[in-house]
C-alpha cells in the first residue's frame, strides 16, 4: 500500500465521544478505556504523517436552529441531534479532540462540520481524495455501528480500497461492533489492527522507493 496514494480519515473525534464529561463518552468509555484508544490514535497519526499518509479529520455540527434538518423525519439519528440540542457548531460540545488537532507544520486536511452519517455525505471528500490520487482510505473513530460504517460502506461504494483500523473505533454495543467487524465489515473493507496496517505502509514506501 502506497503512502502517497493512502488518506487516514478519523471520524468525530469530538467532546461528546473523547471528553469524560461528553454526553456520548459513558456509552463508549469501556471500549475507549480498553483499547486505550484515544493515545492509541495519537500515536497512529503521528506514524500515519510520518509515512507521507494524509490525514483527514472530519467532524459532525449543526447551525443554532438546526434548520438544515427534518424534525419531522421518523428516522432516530437526527432527532436525538435534536431533542439532545447536540452537537451545535462553535460550541464546546461540538470542539475537537486536542491532542489531535494538526499543527502548524501538518499537513491534514480539517473538512468542514458535515450533518450526514457518512463522511463522504456533502463535505466533497470524494472530489478532494480524487483530486490527489487517493485510492485506499483507511477510516477510525466513532462509531463502529454509526457514522464509521457509514464511511466505510460510502467509499467502497465509491471505488476506494477501504481499511477498517479496528484498533481505532468504538461502538455503542461492544458485542455489536464485534460481530459486524468479523462478520459485516469484511464485506466493504479489509479490517486490520493499527500495527498491521503501518506494516503495510512502511512495506509499500520501501516499494514506492526503489
Known sequence: MNPS???LILVDFQYPFTNTAGAN???VKKEIEEKQLLDQTVDLVKKARSLGVWVIHVTEGYTNDYRELDATNPGGFHRGQILRQAWKTGTEIQSYYPPLIPGPNDKDLVLPPRIQTSSFG???L???LRSRGIKNISVAGFTTDV???ATVTNGYDLGYHVYALKD???GYFPEQSELMLKNTYPMWSKVVSNDEWLNMLSAGAKISTR
Open 122 to 124: 456533502g463535505t466533497g
Open 147 to 149: 457514522c464509521v460504517y
Open 5 to 7: 496514494e493512502t488518506a
Open 168 to 170: 481505532a473505533m468504538v
Open 126 to 128: 470524494n472530489e478532494i
Open 25 to 27: 463518552y459513558r456509552a
